[in-house]
């Protein structure tokens, strides 16, 4: 039997399946979404504490290490390749890319493959073994190092080498290549802690992106227009039609009546009145003064998202992170002891004070966990 309100009605209850059906529909596609990229972060996060190399992985490889020097990992799909035209390239970083975006399996114009083979990584160098024969990259001498954002293709300068080369993986194995890379650069200039702290923050802000779970609508909610084809877009024009209909109305000229035009020529012209005019004036009559702007119209108001008013224009809206805060900022925010002892970005703590270290796996420590991001 049919669910029905006080007014033995079931489209109330429709309404609200179908609402819920939707909300839960939406919130499931973006929990997901937020699980999988959560659990690459981690998965990183734990590579990047975990991975140290070592002499038997490079067991079985055609290649000879040095005394001390271990193998990360080896990618048996690469391909070697040359850039006709040869151009500088932007000095190797620990940048840790937050969002990939998903590249082409061909390489981009100007980049020519010219042998095919293994990629090997290890705590010193990159190297390429093919073929036509082998090619080294010492992390000492490298000058320039350049992902491409839209193909599996990293090209590499170093010091005694005029051309630039690289190589072309597997666009499914590309990401973990240049991760791979990026730590075993960070090793030889000891700044690995650098990259785990970079990963942490992107943990931390991605953890305050996770999805709320939608509240549950009930038939009370339900209005009227949703009775309606097009629920309140219909009423919206229909209430615009209301309005203008009438309007075109008053304007449009007024029907004429049979006859009209004859009584209007039959009907004598008022006589000109026998009073002589007035002569003009030699001063022109004075114009009115404008009258002064009301008080009443106020500003717009400042764009804060619930921040209190502050004169550096800091919010909650959205925008860039704060790592260096304006010397005002604890005469208008309530700041933590030891509020300029954090190396962090400025974030809202849940307790209502504000951090200095957002980012920080201790972020709002003591102070129950951070609430949002504070940015300018």
């Not at 690469?78 to 390239?89: D, F, G, I, W």
């Not at 095919?116 to 090619?135: E, P």
Request: a positive charge.
């Amino acid at each position: 039997m049919a669910e029905t309100d006080s007014t033995g009605s079931t489209w109330r209850y429709t309404w609200a399946r179908k609402q819920n059906e939707r909300r839960q529909h939406t919130y499931r596609e973006a929990e997901t979404a937020w699980q999988r990229r959560d659990d690459e972060l981690r998965r990183l996060r734990g590579l990047a504490a975990g991975l140290r190399g070592s002499v038997a992985a490079g067991s079985g490889l055609p290649l000879e290490l040095a005394p001390g020097e271990v193998v990360f990992r080896a990618w048996p799909a690469a391909q070697l390749v040359e850039v006709r035209h040869t151009a500088v390239l932007p000095a190797p970083d620990l940048t840790v890319e937050p969002h990939p975006a998903p590249l082409r399996h061909r390489p981009p114009d100007g980049v020519r493959a010219t042998d095919a083979g293994m990629a090997v990584i290890t705590n010193r160098r990159l190297v390429f073994v093919g073929g036509s024969g082998r090619r080294d990259w010492a992390y000492g001498r490298m000058t320039g190092l350049s992902h491409d954002p839209a193909a599996p293709v990293t090209l590499v300068q170093v010091l005694d080498r005029k051309q630039t080369g690289g190589l072309l993986l597997p666009a499914t194995e590309a990401a973990d290549f240049r991760f791979v890379l990026t730590l075993a650069f960070a090793d030889a200039i000891e700044q690995r802690d650098t990259v785990l702290a970079q990963l942490d923050e992107l943990i931390a802000e991605h953890d305050q992106t996770r999805p709320f779970r939608p509240a549950i609508a009930t038939p009370a909610q339900a209005r009227l227009t949703a009775r309606l084809p097009g629920g309140r877009r219909t009423v919206a024009v229909a209430a615009a039609l209301t309005l203008v209909v009438p309007a075109v109305l008053l304007e449009s000229d007024p029907p004429v009546r049979p006859g009209s035009e004859v009584a209007a020529a039959a009907t004598p012209a008022p006589a000109k009145s026998a009073t002589p005019k007035a002569k003009p004036s030699a001063k022109p009559a004075a114009k009115p003064r404008p009258k002064p702007a009301s008080s009443a119209s106020t500003e717009p108001a400042e764009r804060r998202c619930g921040a209190p008013a502050n004169p550096m224009g800091y919010d909650y809206c959205g925008g860039e992170r704060i790592r260096r805060p304006d010397h005002r900022v604890c005469d208008h925010f309530d700041c933590v002891q030891e509020f300029y002892s954090g190396r962090g970005y400025l974030v809202l703590c849940k307790d209502g004070s504000v951090s200095l270290t957002g980012g920080r796996r201790n972020a709002c420590a003591g102070h129950e966990g951070v609430r949002r991001t504070i940015f300018t």
